[in-house]
């Protein structure tokens, strides 16, 4: 095993049992997203458009993906987005054929964004937003695994990414009918991981089972309580900084608002992001050997988020009918080998022996770089589709049809995890989506939005629990966003 994982180190034989981690290579990205480890949308309006959101939607979710379309924004407003998001896993091999836990995750987004009122004409221009997002955020949970190692026990990972974003856009051409905005939104985020594999086995070595094995457990306190569990504790964790910057132009057209043109394009960039995880507990079962439940400090280093490159378009063949495309690349190659590490052994015995006081498990992701396509409709003003009235003739009544809008979308990402590093636990291998919504305007001040994704079951053959195996995933995302217009 240690050759072919290129394992340096040597010792108590058991310790290699460790290094068999390596086949869960992608349990640190088993984050609940379908757009590699991203979320496909920051909003219920962007979500309904399957995800094409970086030169269409009037919200605050710019500031999570083109800050300069922050622009759009009508006013000022503040968005509360919850989400639910639900995986489906279900795993297949030689010795087993299980469904994982497949529990649900409650992630949420909270922003504000406004233009800067002032008689300067220079500051009137700029629009600025804050906001909290949940980058990514949900696991795998297996319980009843049959082992290789003749034991029945459980495996499952978690990981979250929340980003603390400030942003800012600014109109360089700003007159009636044109408009060219940049825009640029630093942030800091935390994220947090926990990982269990099989941590009642533990096996002695024997000349069947040379190496031995020794289950593992890091702290999953942080993903309890729907994924919203207390942060920091005993989960390895970090935080980052990264940025996003962006242009967005904009042809307004006639008799179109600034905030609902004729024609838009834009392109955002996103940094890469490294996150060397601290602070962690990590318990390894040396029971076979005489030790018992041995704790670590846990770190984990070599895992990035990575740079992404977004293009979007956006037009509106009639006022009352949007159009929006996206295209995105994640450089997701970028991932290569995440190295865990366990260090200041609690157990005297392992302190003192050189191959127990100091663990190093080696994970090579080997990924691919993904490309995302988006493709979104969204249709309002139906009076004015259908010839009856403008959509500027307001109304009191408490339904009035043109403050209802109807989304539709199609959200394609290929596959970035090859099968000779995928597991159970770091399922990310959906690829087609559909996703639809609904928007309603209550009034001069609040709105609200629905909408769905459904993500297809892809099946994929996998590394398995230590023995080849098929792994399927699908799932489905329901979002809903109210949002304070003033």
Sequence with gaps: MCPLLTCRWVGTPLIAGVVLLSSFIPFLSAVHASNGTNLPAYSAAALGQGGADLVSVNDTSPLNNNPAALSLIPGNRVDLTLMWIQPFYHYSDALNDLDAQNDGYLPANLAYGGHLTSTNEYLRRVTIGLGMFSQGGFGSNYQGVRTVFGTTDSASSFLRYLKFVFGASYNVVDDSKHKFTIGVAPNFGYSDLSLSLFPGTSVAPSPGLPAGFAGVSISDSCARNLGIGTPFGSCPHDWVAGVKAGFMYAFIGENQKVTRPKAAFGASYTSQVDFNYTGGRMDVNFSSIGLG?????????????????????????????????????????????????????????????????????????????????????????????????????????????????????????????????????????????????????????????????????????TTGFFTPGLQSTAGYFLYGTLSWLF
């Design 293 to 461: 439940r041995v704790t670590y400090d846990a770190s984990v280093e070599g895992f990035k988020w990575p740079q992404q490159v977004d293009v979007g378009f956006a037009y509106r063949p009639v006022n009352s009918i949007l159009l929006a495309l996206d295209v995105s690349w994640i450089q997701w190659s970028a991932l290569r080998t995440v190295t865990v590490r366990g260090t200041n052994p609690s157990n005297s015995v392992a302190a003192s022996t050189p191959a127990l006081s100091n663990l190093a498990i080696p994970f090579v992701f080997n990924w691919k770089d993904q490309a995302v396509v988006a493709f979104g409709i969204a249709v309002d003003c139906w009076d004015e589709l259908f010839e009856n009235r403008s959509c500027d003739e307001h109304t009191e009544k408490w339904f009035n049809v043109n403050k209802l809008t109807v989304r539709a979308g199609y959200n394609y990402s290929n596959n970035p995890v090859p099968s000779q590093t995928l597991s159970p636990l770091g399922a990310v291998i959906i690829e087609h989506h559909v996703t639809g919504g609904l928007g309603y305007r209550f009034g001069e001040h609040w709105s609200a939005d629905l909408s769905g994704l459904y993500g297809f079951k892809n099946t994929q053959s």
